[in-house]
């Protein structure tokens, strides 16, 4: 069994050998999003998409690839806010959680309203026939 670092680099052998094998066009039948779609790569190359991500010289190569690509033209070229957000760490919000749950309960509670619209509308029609019948029995002297 290789360990961690052997497993490595039979992963990184695995995708360099996969990229000397490809051509623009190949490289163009997996473009996702403006870059090559990682798990098309991971199904080609027989490595994990978590080797994609987390094997360092396997994620360096792959951006240098990318960047290959679009100098080619094969990959559209990078906007200038993609850039500047993967150069930029994520913020924190710490309102996503509390606005999710209450994006949650609003649907709920909108699905709730339109149940009960429905079923008011349907006791009216009933009020509105059992009205009628009253109406009626009183003509005729029948109701108290």
Do not use: C
């Amino acid at each position: 069994m290789a360990n961690g670092q052997e497993k490595a680099r039979l992963n990184l052998a695995a995708f360099q050998r996969w990229i000397a094998t490809q051509t623009d066009e190949d490289f163009k039948q997996i473009i996702f999003r403006g870059q090559l779609n990682r798990g098309e790569i991971a199904k080609a190359t027989g490595i994990g998409k978590s080797a994609l991500r987390q094997n360092p010289a396997i994620k360096q190569a792959l951006e240098t690839l990318e960047h290959d690509l679009r100098d080619r033209d094969v990959l559209p070229p990078m906007a200038a806010q993609t850039e500047a957000q993967k150069s930029a760490p994520k913020a924190y919000d710490p309102g996503v959680k509390k606005r999710n749950m209450e994006s949650k309960r609003l649907a709920l509670l909108e699905h709730e309203v339109v149940e009960l619209r429905a079923r008011v509308a349907t006791l009216e029609a009933k009020l509105k026939r059992y009205g009628e019948l009253s109406e009626v029995l009183t003509e005729y002297g029948i109701a108290p």
